[in-house]
Protein backbone atom coordinates (compact mmCIF):
# COMPACT_ATOMS: atom_id res chain seq x y z
CA UNK A 1 0.00 0.00 0.00
CA UNK A 2 1.03 3.40 -0.31
CA UNK A 3 2.07 4.02 3.25
CA UNK A 4 1.25 7.81 3.04
CA UNK A 5 -2.24 6.28 2.35
CA UNK A 6 -1.53 3.73 5.42
CA UNK A 7 -1.05 6.25 7.55
CA UNK A 8 -3.26 9.20 6.41
CA UNK A 9 -6.44 8.76 8.60
CA UNK A 10 -4.13 9.55 11.97
CA UNK A 11 -4.38 13.04 11.42
CA UNK A 12 -8.13 13.32 9.91
CA UNK A 13 -9.35 14.97 13.80
CA UNK A 14 -6.12 17.28 13.80
CA UNK A 15 -6.82 18.43 9.51
CA UNK A 16 -10.34 19.45 10.82
CA UNK A 17 -8.91 21.71 13.38
CA UNK A 18 -6.25 23.14 11.18
CA UNK A 19 -9.12 23.66 9.17
CA UNK A 20 -11.25 25.37 11.73
CA UNK A 21 -8.24 28.03 12.35
CA UNK A 22 -7.72 28.48 8.26
CA UNK A 23 -11.58 29.46 8.56
CA UNK A 24 -10.56 31.57 11.29
CA UNK A 25 -7.78 33.57 9.96
CA UNK A 26 -7.71 32.65 6.23
CA UNK A 27 -9.69 35.01 5.16
CA UNK A 28 -10.83 39.15 4.51
CA UNK A 29 -13.11 42.23 2.46
CA UNK A 30 -13.75 44.22 -0.13
CA UNK A 31 -12.16 47.60 -1.29
CA UNK A 32 -13.00 48.92 -4.82
CA UNK A 33 -16.54 48.71 -5.82
CA UNK A 34 -19.10 50.64 -3.83
CA UNK A 35 -22.67 49.19 -3.63
CA UNK A 36 -25.01 46.07 -5.25
CA UNK A 37 -26.48 45.89 -8.36
CA UNK A 38 -30.31 46.09 -6.80
CA UNK A 39 -29.22 47.69 -3.80
CA UNK A 40 -28.07 51.90 -3.56
CA UNK A 41 -24.45 52.67 -3.17
CA UNK A 42 -22.50 52.15 -0.18
CA UNK A 43 -25.15 49.38 0.60
CA UNK A 44 -23.51 47.10 3.87
CA UNK A 45 -25.14 44.06 2.37
CA UNK A 46 -23.47 41.86 -0.19
CA UNK A 47 -25.71 38.89 -0.26
CA UNK A 48 -29.14 37.71 1.61
CA UNK A 49 -29.93 34.48 2.48
CA UNK A 50 -33.69 33.64 2.86
CA UNK A 51 -34.33 37.24 3.92
CA UNK A 52 -31.00 37.15 6.27
CA UNK A 53 -28.22 39.63 5.27
CA UNK A 54 -24.49 38.78 4.91
CA UNK A 55 -23.02 42.14 5.73
CA UNK A 56 -20.01 43.72 3.61
CA UNK A 57 -17.98 44.02 6.85
CA UNK A 58 -17.73 40.81 7.49
CA UNK A 59 -16.56 39.87 4.18
CA UNK A 60 -13.98 42.77 4.59
CA UNK A 61 -12.95 41.19 7.69
CA UNK A 62 -12.34 37.78 6.29
CA UNK A 63 -10.73 39.55 3.32
CA UNK A 64 -7.93 41.71 5.16
CA UNK A 65 -6.88 38.60 7.19
CA UNK A 66 -6.17 36.80 3.93
CA UNK A 67 -4.60 39.67 2.58
CA UNK A 68 -2.80 40.62 5.52
CA UNK A 69 -1.16 37.07 5.34
CA UNK A 70 0.11 37.30 2.42
CA UNK A 71 3.45 38.20 1.47
CA UNK A 72 2.01 40.39 -2.29
CA UNK A 73 -0.85 42.23 -2.57
CA UNK A 74 -3.65 40.57 -5.06
CA UNK A 75 -4.54 42.33 -8.55
CA UNK A 76 -7.89 43.42 -9.00
CA UNK A 77 -8.94 40.43 -10.89
CA UNK A 78 -7.66 38.43 -7.69
CA UNK A 79 -9.17 40.47 -5.33
CA UNK A 80 -12.56 40.24 -6.75
CA UNK A 81 -12.61 36.49 -6.60
CA UNK A 82 -11.11 35.80 -3.51
CA UNK A 83 -13.87 38.38 -2.15
CA UNK A 84 -16.56 36.43 -4.36
CA UNK A 85 -15.12 33.07 -2.88
CA UNK A 86 -15.56 34.41 0.69
CA UNK A 87 -18.98 35.50 -0.10
CA UNK A 88 -19.97 32.33 -1.49
CA UNK A 89 -18.19 29.98 1.43
CA UNK A 90 -20.51 32.56 3.80
CA UNK A 91 -23.40 31.97 2.23
CA UNK A 92 -22.89 28.33 2.44
CA UNK A 93 -22.59 28.81 6.09
CA UNK A 94 -25.05 31.25 6.62
CA UNK A 95 -27.76 28.33 4.71
CA UNK A 96 -26.25 25.98 7.30
CA UNK A 97 -26.55 27.73 9.95
CA UNK A 98 -30.44 28.10 9.30
CA UNK A 99 -30.80 24.54 9.07
CA UNK A 100 -28.85 24.10 12.35
CA UNK A 101 -31.28 26.55 14.14
CA UNK A 102 -34.42 24.67 12.64
CA UNK A 103 -32.72 21.16 14.08
CA UNK A 104 -31.69 22.80 17.37
CA UNK A 105 -28.02 22.19 16.84
CA UNK A 106 -26.44 25.68 17.28
CA UNK A 107 -23.43 25.21 19.47
CA UNK A 108 -23.90 26.06 22.88
CA UNK A 109 -21.73 28.99 25.22
CA UNK A 110 -19.64 26.10 27.09
CA UNK A 111 -19.01 24.30 23.63
CA UNK A 112 -17.77 27.42 22.46
CA UNK A 113 -15.82 28.44 25.67
CA UNK A 114 -14.03 24.94 25.27
CA UNK A 115 -12.68 25.05 22.24
CA UNK A 116 -11.65 28.68 23.00
CA UNK A 117 -9.10 27.67 25.93
CA UNK A 118 -7.98 24.62 23.74
CA UNK A 119 -6.91 27.16 20.97
CA UNK A 120 -5.57 29.91 23.83
CA UNK A 121 -3.77 26.97 25.27
CA UNK A 122 -0.40 27.00 22.85
CA UNK A 123 -0.02 30.88 23.66
CA UNK A 124 1.04 33.17 25.96
CA UNK A 125 -1.66 35.99 26.61
CA UNK A 126 0.40 38.97 24.77
CA UNK A 127 0.96 36.66 21.71
CA UNK A 128 -2.27 35.43 21.63
CA UNK A 129 -3.47 38.86 21.44
CA UNK A 130 -0.59 39.71 19.12
CA UNK A 131 -2.28 36.99 16.89
CA UNK A 132 -5.51 39.04 17.07
CA UNK A 133 -4.08 41.84 16.16
CA UNK A 134 -2.97 40.58 13.05
CA UNK A 135 -5.75 39.78 12.11
CA UNK A 136 -7.89 42.23 13.00
CA UNK A 137 -10.28 40.20 14.83
CA UNK A 138 -11.24 40.30 18.49
CA UNK A 139 -12.17 37.61 21.01
CA UNK A 140 -15.80 38.08 19.98
CA UNK A 141 -15.10 37.22 16.21
CA UNK A 142 -13.06 34.31 17.30
CA UNK A 143 -16.11 33.18 19.64
CA UNK A 144 -18.00 33.48 16.29
CA UNK A 145 -15.87 31.74 14.25
CA UNK A 146 -16.09 28.54 16.51
CA UNK A 147 -19.46 28.48 17.68
CA UNK A 148 -19.90 28.56 13.66
CA UNK A 149 -17.61 25.67 12.90
CA UNK A 150 -18.81 23.83 16.17
CA UNK A 151 -22.53 24.00 14.74
CA UNK A 152 -21.55 22.87 10.91
CA UNK A 153 -19.78 20.24 12.91
CA UNK A 154 -22.90 19.22 14.80
CA UNK A 155 -25.07 19.39 11.28
CA UNK A 156 -22.76 17.48 9.05
CA UNK A 157 -22.56 14.76 11.82
CA UNK A 158 -26.51 14.43 12.11
CA UNK A 159 -27.59 14.73 8.32
CA UNK A 160 -24.36 12.96 7.18
CA UNK A 161 -22.12 11.08 9.36
CA UNK A 162 -23.78 9.01 11.51
CA UNK A 163 -25.21 7.99 8.44
CA UNK A 164 -22.85 6.46 6.52
CA UNK A 165 -22.48 2.19 7.42
CA UNK A 166 -19.05 0.63 6.44
CA UNK A 167 -19.65 -2.67 5.43
CA UNK A 168 -17.36 -5.39 5.61
CA UNK A 169 -18.22 -5.94 2.16
CA UNK A 170 -17.23 -2.55 1.19
CA UNK A 171 -13.67 -2.96 2.74
CA UNK A 172 -13.72 -5.84 0.85
CA UNK A 173 -14.43 -4.68 -2.27
CA UNK A 174 -11.70 -2.16 -2.10
CA UNK A 175 -9.02 -3.77 -1.18
CA UNK A 176 -9.70 -6.42 -4.00
CA UNK A 177 -9.51 -4.00 -6.35
CA UNK A 178 -6.51 -2.16 -5.25
CA UNK A 179 -4.69 -4.80 -3.98
CA UNK A 180 -1.20 -3.60 -5.17
CA UNK A 181 -1.39 -0.73 -3.55
CA UNK A 182 -0.88 -2.34 -0.79
CA UNK A 183 2.12 -4.02 -2.02
CA UNK A 184 5.40 -2.45 -0.35
CA UNK A 185 8.33 -2.79 -2.53
CA UNK A 186 10.43 -1.46 0.56
CA UNK A 187 9.97 -0.68 4.06
CA UNK A 188 8.13 2.33 4.73
CA UNK A 189 8.89 4.72 7.75
CA UNK A 190 6.18 7.03 9.28
CA UNK A 191 8.17 10.24 10.46
CA UNK A 192 6.92 13.04 12.78
CA UNK A 193 8.93 16.02 13.73
CA UNK A 194 8.91 18.91 15.72
CA UNK A 195 11.11 21.89 14.55
CA UNK A 196 12.41 24.97 15.66
CA UNK A 197 14.34 27.55 13.48
CA UNK A 198 16.86 30.43 14.40
CA UNK A 199 15.19 33.07 13.13
CA UNK A 200 11.57 34.67 12.09
CA UNK A 201 9.96 33.48 9.13
CA UNK A 202 6.84 34.62 7.07
CA UNK A 203 5.70 31.12 7.20
CA UNK A 204 5.53 30.71 10.65
CA UNK A 205 3.57 33.93 11.70
CA UNK A 206 0.48 32.16 11.78
CA UNK A 207 1.64 29.31 13.97
CA UNK A 208 1.09 29.27 17.80
CA UNK A 209 3.33 29.49 20.82
CA UNK A 210 6.65 31.41 20.83
CA UNK A 211 8.64 31.78 17.49
CA UNK A 212 12.71 31.54 18.22
CA UNK A 213 14.35 34.44 16.71
CA UNK A 214 17.93 33.55 17.01
CA UNK A 215 19.66 30.47 17.49
CA UNK A 216 20.11 30.74 21.34
CA UNK A 217 16.86 31.50 21.77
CA UNK A 218 16.53 27.94 19.64
CA UNK A 219 18.60 26.30 21.58
CA UNK A 220 16.61 27.01 24.67
CA UNK A 221 13.40 26.17 22.95
CA UNK A 222 13.87 22.61 21.49
CA UNK A 223 15.63 21.61 24.51
CA UNK A 224 12.69 22.79 26.67
CA UNK A 225 10.64 20.51 23.92
CA UNK A 226 13.00 17.62 24.66
CA UNK A 227 12.60 18.00 28.46
CA UNK A 228 8.59 18.18 28.21
CA UNK A 229 8.49 14.93 25.74
CA UNK A 230 11.13 12.88 28.28
CA UNK A 231 8.58 13.82 30.80
CA UNK A 232 6.01 11.95 28.78
CA UNK A 233 4.34 14.86 27.06
CA UNK A 234 2.29 13.77 23.50
CA UNK A 235 4.48 14.84 20.78
CA UNK A 236 1.98 15.35 18.39
CA UNK A 237 0.65 18.00 20.88
CA UNK A 238 4.21 19.85 21.50
CA UNK A 239 4.10 19.24 17.59
CA UNK A 240 0.52 21.26 17.09
CA UNK A 241 1.85 24.19 20.02
CA UNK A 242 5.48 24.42 19.39
CA UNK A 243 6.85 23.09 16.18
CA UNK A 244 8.14 26.19 13.27
CA UNK A 245 7.09 23.97 10.51
CA UNK A 246 4.12 25.65 8.62
CA UNK A 247 3.55 22.27 6.47
CA UNK A 248 3.20 19.61 9.51
CA UNK A 249 2.77 21.59 13.04
CA UNK A 250 -1.17 21.62 12.65
CA UNK A 251 -1.06 18.07 12.04
CA UNK A 252 1.05 17.29 14.64
CA UNK A 253 3.98 17.20 13.08
CA UNK A 254 3.04 14.24 10.88
CA UNK A 255 5.73 14.09 7.82
CA UNK A 256 3.60 10.90 6.37
CA UNK A 257 5.24 7.94 5.41
CA UNK A 258 8.85 7.91 3.76
CA UNK A 259 10.25 5.10 1.74
CA UNK A 260 13.57 3.88 3.41
CA UNK A 261 15.46 4.74 -0.27
CA UNK A 262 13.67 8.16 0.51
CA UNK A 263 15.88 8.35 3.83
CA UNK A 264 19.14 8.95 1.32
CA UNK A 265 17.62 12.82 0.61
CA UNK A 266 17.50 13.66 4.41
CA UNK A 267 20.76 15.22 5.45
CA UNK A 268 23.01 12.04 7.18
CA UNK A 269 22.69 13.45 10.92
CA UNK A 270 18.34 13.03 10.51
CA UNK A 271 18.93 9.68 8.91
CA UNK A 272 21.54 8.13 11.11
CA UNK A 273 19.07 8.65 13.78
CA UNK A 274 15.78 7.39 12.54
CA UNK A 275 17.26 4.35 11.88
CA UNK A 276 18.03 3.63 14.95
CA UNK A 277 14.66 4.47 16.37
CA UNK A 278 11.97 1.89 17.65
CA UNK A 279 8.41 2.72 16.65
CA UNK A 280 6.69 4.83 19.38
CA UNK A 281 10.27 6.67 19.99
CA UNK A 282 12.14 10.09 19.39
CA UNK A 283 15.43 11.60 18.59
CA UNK A 284 17.13 13.78 20.57
CA UNK A 285 18.03 17.12 19.15
CA UNK A 286 19.43 17.06 15.47
CA UNK A 287 20.92 20.36 14.01
CA UNK A 288 20.14 20.95 10.80
CA UNK A 289 22.91 23.01 9.03
CA UNK A 290 22.57 25.11 5.85
CA UNK A 291 24.88 23.58 3.14
CA UNK A 292 26.46 26.34 1.71
CA UNK A 293 27.79 28.69 4.83
CA UNK A 294 27.77 24.97 7.38
CA UNK A 295 26.03 26.98 9.96
CA UNK A 296 22.91 25.65 12.18
CA UNK A 297 19.67 27.40 10.56
CA UNK A 298 17.28 25.48 12.50
CA UNK A 299 17.28 21.96 15.27
CA UNK A 300 14.46 19.36 15.31
CA UNK A 301 13.24 16.15 16.92
CA UNK A 302 12.48 13.04 15.12
CA UNK A 303 10.01 10.60 16.00
CA UNK A 304 9.21 7.62 13.87
CA UNK A 305 5.39 6.72 14.39
CA UNK A 306 5.49 3.20 13.01
CA UNK A 307 7.68 0.80 10.47
CA UNK A 308 6.49 -1.07 7.97
CA UNK A 309 8.31 -3.98 6.73
CA UNK A 310 8.64 -4.60 2.67
CA UNK A 311 5.75 -6.91 1.09
CA UNK A 312 2.16 -7.39 0.57
CA UNK A 313 -0.25 -6.39 3.42
CA UNK A 314 -3.22 -8.20 3.82
CA UNK A 315 -6.86 -7.35 4.09
CA UNK A 316 -6.08 -9.09 7.58
CA UNK A 317 -3.93 -6.40 8.76
CA UNK A 318 -5.75 -4.22 11.61
CA UNK A 319 -4.12 -1.24 9.81
CA UNK A 320 -5.15 -2.01 6.06
CA UNK A 321 -9.16 -1.96 7.17
CA UNK A 322 -8.53 1.25 9.43
CA UNK A 323 -7.13 2.99 6.43
CA UNK A 324 -9.92 1.53 3.95
CA UNK A 325 -12.60 2.37 6.42
CA UNK A 326 -11.73 5.96 7.03
CA UNK A 327 -10.62 6.48 3.59
CA UNK A 328 -14.08 5.22 2.04
CA UNK A 329 -15.99 7.09 5.21
CA UNK A 330 -14.21 10.19 3.76
CA UNK A 331 -15.19 9.66 0.04
CA UNK A 332 -18.72 9.33 1.07
CA UNK A 333 -18.66 12.20 3.68
CA UNK A 334 -17.55 14.39 1.02
CA UNK A 335 -19.83 13.16 -1.76
CA UNK A 336 -22.49 13.00 0.47
CA UNK A 337 -22.01 16.42 1.89
CA UNK A 338 -21.91 18.41 -1.30
CA UNK A 339 -24.91 16.58 -2.83
CA UNK A 340 -26.92 17.62 0.88
CA UNK A 341 -25.79 21.34 0.22
CA UNK A 342 -26.94 21.79 -3.33
CA UNK A 343 -30.74 20.28 -1.95
CA UNK A 344 -30.48 22.80 0.78
CA UNK A 345 -29.38 25.60 -1.45
CA UNK A 346 -31.90 24.52 -3.86
CA UNK A 347 -34.40 25.36 -1.08
CA UNK A 348 -32.76 28.50 -0.19
CA UNK A 349 -33.85 32.20 -1.74
CA UNK A 350 -30.23 33.17 -2.07
CA UNK A 351 -29.77 37.21 -3.53
CA UNK A 352 -25.85 37.59 -4.30
CA UNK A 353 -25.63 41.07 -4.86
CA UNK A 354 -21.69 41.51 -4.90
CA UNK A 355 -22.09 38.55 -7.82
CA UNK A 356 -24.32 40.66 -10.24
CA UNK A 357 -22.14 43.84 -9.74
CA UNK A 358 -18.98 41.64 -10.77
CA UNK A 359 -21.29 40.92 -13.55
CA UNK A 360 -22.52 44.43 -14.42
CA UNK A 361 -18.96 45.90 -14.38
CA UNK A 362 -16.96 43.00 -16.16
CA UNK A 363 -14.88 44.15 -19.28
Not at 126 to 135: A, V, Y
Not at 208 to 229: C, D, H, P, T, V
Not at 304 to 322: F, I, M, S, T, W
Amino acid sequence: MHAKLLHAHGAVALVRLALVIVVVFGFGLLFGLEGCSSKPAGSDMMAKVNGRKIPRSEVERYYNSQVTASPERPSQEQADALRLNILDKLIETEILTQRAEKDGLIATDDEVERKLSEFQSGYSPDNFQKLLNERHMTVADLRQEFRRSITLDKVVNKEITSKIDIKDADVAAYYNAHKAEFNLIEPQYHLARILVTNGPTPQARNLKGSKAQNEEEARKKIQEILNRLDSGEDFGTLAMNLSEDPDTAMNGGDLGSIPESGLKNTDPASREAVLKLKPGTYTGIIPLTDPNSKKVVAFQIVKLVDKAPAGQRELNDPRVQQFIRDHLRESYEQLRKAAFYEVLRNQAKVENYYAELLLQNAK
